[in-house]
């Protein structure tokens, strides 16, 4: 089993192999206007989401019945942009929103996954989704997400995923 302090160092982990697959493209502009994801060789890079404002701190709070008090957003890498939500003990549930351009996969986030513990199937939430030791994973339409953290993610992650998969559109 993955204990906490390995999170973080999955994350990176998936978010360096991510860099290493689309390292070897060439130059891309930023497409803000059609979000398409890209990839490939002279595809525009998607443009970066800010995912604390696709969900309120309150309302992460009240989906998953942690005492959120702040919200900071980041871009990992081109494509991979995060929210870390936390409370004032610094317990925290982090969203990652994968775009086309970020070098993720499904099965990269299946491999992960099944590399920790057994993926459990999540109905409702997404396209597809699984939850396992270190995450719960969604797929929806272009886009994939990881929700992360300590406390119980196979309860409260669903929640918030359904509210950022919605957010998204």
């Known amino acids: 089993m993955i204990s906490k302090a390995m999170v973080p160092v999955l994350t990176v982990g998936l978010a360096a192999l991510a860099l290493g697959l ?4 060439t130059g ?17 890079a998607s443009a970066a989401i800010d995912v ?4 309120a701190t309150s309302d992460a709070a009240s989906l998953t019945g942690k005492p959120f008090t702040q919200a900071d957003t980041s871009t990992i890498a081109t494509g991979q942009d ?6 004032a003990s610094g317990d925290s549930m982090t969203v990652i929103v994968y775009q086309g351009t ?8 299946t491999d992960v996954l099944s590399d920790s513990s057994t993926p459990t199937p999540v109905a409702g939430v997404g396209d597809q989704a699984m ?11 272009k ?3 990881a929700v992360e953290g300590g406390m119980d993610i196979a309860t409260s992650g669903p929640p918030l ?9």
């Open 22 to 25: 689309t390292g070897c493209s």
């Open 102 to 109: 970020s070098g993720v996969s499904w099965k990269m986030m």
């Open 82 to 87: 995060q929210c870390k939500y936390s409370d």
């Open 52 to 55: 604390c404002s696709l969900v």
């Open 161 to 169: 995923a359904k509210a950022i998969v919605a957010a998204l559109g």
């Open 28 to 44: 891309q502009s930023t497409n803000a206007s059609s979000g398409a994801p890209g990839g490939g060789s002279g595809q525009a």
């Open 131 to 141: 939850v396992g030791a270190i995450e719960l994973d969604v797929q929806a339409g």
């Open 143 to 145: 886009y994939l997400i």
